[in-house]
């Protein structure tokens, strides 16, 4: 079956450490991307690459970071820098030729 | 920049009751237009789309129509299920060239037996 694969389902922060949430799909879809979503609000852009190594900014890109090293993978990083983590973390995909965005099926991040 | 907005929820229904949910958008240009649900715990699915003025886009009962005059693409169901109780997202990606979704803060729909 092809999809968007996010694990884990859930994750735990401790204070002061990074975490890596995980985003694999085998689309072959070339645009990748990374929402947070918190109660009560649309999702907000983190991160998006439109090709392999390369990757933007988006709306809050602060306190994260992104590596795009191969076209089905697409992790996405926690830092510690980050003060407000706890929420809902969607990876979607595009294929370069669709206007449509497929998501995974999500991570909650919890901080303990 | 383009934005959309939704109705507030939650939007409470008993079954077989007739469905809107209103979203309306800024944007330049023609932009895409789509209707994502989220079951709950879920990831977003994408339920209908429409590409460009007066198309009706359509899935599972559901209907939304591009209207440009009134920048409008409201979701409409004759008659809801219980199994229809879930989130719903308008979106908007703009016209030309490499555009990101923009998306409205969400419908919650809840339908009653």
């Known amino acids: 079956d092809g999809g968007i694969t996010q694990s884990p389902k859930y994750l735990f922060r401790k204070e002061g450490q990074n975490v890596t949430l995980s985003c694999e799909q085998n689309l072959n879809h070339d645009a990748m991307y990374w929402y947070r979503q918190d109660p009560g609000q649309g999702l907000r852009l983190i991160y998006y690459s439109q090709i392999v190594n390369d990757f933007q900014k988006g709306d809050i890109a602060e306190g994260y970071s992104v590596s795009r090293e191969k076209k089905e993978s697409f992790p996405l990083t926690v830092t510690s820098a980050q003060k407000n983590p706890t929420a809902f973390y969607l990876c979607?995909?595009?294929?370069?030729?669709?206007?449509?965005?497929?998501f995974g099926p999500g991570t909650r991040l919890l901080v303990l | 920049g383009n934005s959309v907005t939704q109705m507030e929820g939650p939007v409470t229904l008993s079954e077989e009751a007739f469905l809107t949910i209103n979203c309306t958008y800024t944007a330049t240009g023609y932009p895409s237009l789509f209707w994502y649900v989220q079951y709950p715990g879920e990831g977003l699915q994408l339920l209908l789309k429409a590409t460009k003025a007066d198309d009706k886009g359509s899935n599972k009962g559901f209907e939304a129509t591009y209207r440009k005059e009134t920048t409008s693409f409201h979701l409409e169901k004759g008659s809801v299920q219980v199994s229809d109780s879930a989130v719903y997202f308008c979106a908007l990606r703009g016209p030309t060239g490499f555009q990101k979704l923009v998306f409205g803060t969400g419908t919650r729909l809840l339908v009653s037996p």
């Open positions: 979607a995909s595009t294929h370069q030729d669709s206007q449509t965005q497929y």
